[in-house]
C-alpha cells in the first residue's frame, strides 16, 4: 500500500466522519434556536436557515469527495476536477468558520474547523500526487 492509497483511505474515512458530522449539524438545529433570546421571528427562522445551510454544505464537502474516492478509479479527471473544487470550496469554509464561526465557541462548529483543516490539507496532496 502506497502513500497515495493511504491518503485516499484518510479522506474516505475523515470525508464521512466530516460527512456525518454536518448532518448531525443539521439535526441539532433546534436545541440551538431555542437558545436564541433575542429578536423577532424573521431574524429567528434566518439563523435556522443559515444553521441548516451550514450543515448541508459540510455535508456536501464531505461525503462527496468520500463517495467520489469509492467509486471512481484514482485516474479519472472528473475525480481529480471536483477534489480541487471541493479542496478550494473547503478552504473558503474554513476561512468563513474562522472568522465568523469560533467566536461562539459552539462545539459542533469547532469541531468542523479542526477537522476540515487536515481534510483539506489531505485532498490537495492526494491531488498532487495523482496529477
Sequence with gaps: MNISEVIRLLIIVLGLIIGGLGIFHQLIVGGIVTRLTEGDEKDIRLYLMTWITHGAYVSLCGILPAILLIFYPYYEASLFTTLFILGIAIVIL????GITGLKYKIIPITLEFILLIPYSIL???YYILNT
Design 94 to 97: 474554513i476561512i468563513h468558520i
Design 123 to 125: 485532498i490537495f496532496v
